[in-house]
């Protein structure tokens, strides 16, 4: 069965480091995104794309954080600097179009120490 | 806007009992209702959704919600629960018609216990 893949699955940096994470969505999925899912809440969409191009970032903090997916297949999203606040697991989805469902990844945990 | 409020974040039920989890919603449109699943350090896998159609919804693993209109309600319930039940459950909600542009609840702890 097809699964969306996330690297890496864990990750500790300090604050003010630079961190990544990696996505590669469901072959032939068009649309991906990108969630954070503090502790003992629900995820909250950060972005989302259609093939290469944002089409929702309105909750990404563009200061400190960016995404891309430059061939509108895999997708990485960077946090520059780190703070403690950043602390939650990231969730990678994808679905084949912008209305349909979405499948998750096992997600992304970093801690900020 | 749309919201789903969860009434318990944490439900302890004894193996082979049934199961409850609450979830009431606010929409200003007839909305699409889903319920996730998350187990420890897992993604998240879709239980169920309801999109209009018929009013109890039927998922995986022996989990079915009904969409209660007067209510604004979305509850999850199972006839007997497992252990492997034992897991984060979500309730969601998005615009009618997309299963994306998802808004999460904050989560009910289920515990199943022997």
């Known amino acids: 069965e097809a699964e969306v893949a996330q690297s890496p699955r864990y990750k500790i940096t300090e604050k003010s480091q630079a961190v990544a994470f990696w996505c590669d969505p469901i072959?032939?999925?068009?649309?991906l995104y990108w969630y954070r899912q503090i502790l003992g809440q629900g995820p909250e969409l950060l972005v989302q794309?259609?093939?290469?191009?944002?089409?929702?970032d309105s909750q990404l903090p563009k200061d400190r954080f960016s995404a891309e997916r430059l061939k509108g297949v895999d997708s990485t999203l960077k946090i520059q600097p780190a703070e403690l606040g950043d602390s939650a697991m990231y969730l990678c989805?994808?679905?084949?179009?912008?209305?349909?469902?979405?499948?998750f990844g096992e997600g992304s945990r970093l801690t900020v120490l | 806007a749309q919201s789903v409020t969860q009434l318990d974040s944490h439900v302890s039920v004894s193996e082979g009992t049934p199961v409850l989890l609450r979830c009431n919603y606010s929409?200003?449109?007839?909305?699409?209702l889903f319920w996730y699943v998350q187990h420890p350090n897992k993604g998240l896998q879709l239980l169920l959704k309801?999109?209009?159609?018929?009013?109890l919804v039927k998922g995986i693993n022996g989990f079915e919600a009904e969409f209660k209109k007067s209510e604004t309600s979305f509850h999850l319930t199972k006839p007997s629960a497992h252990m492997s039940d034992a897991a984060e459950y979500f309730c969601?909600?998005?615009?009618?018609?997309?299963?994306?542009?998802?808004?999460f609840g904050t989560g009910t702890r289920l515990q199943v216990t022997l």
């Open positions: 309801y999109t209009s159609a018929a009013t």
């Open positions: 072959s032939g999925h068009a649309t």
């Open positions: 989805a994808s679905s084949l179009g912008p209305t349909g469902e979405l499948f």
């Open positions: 794309f259609q093939d290469e191009s944002v089409v929702d």
């Open positions: 969601v909600v998005s615009a009618p018609g997309t299963a994306s542009k998802l808004t």
């Open positions: 929409s200003s449109y007839s909305p699409s």
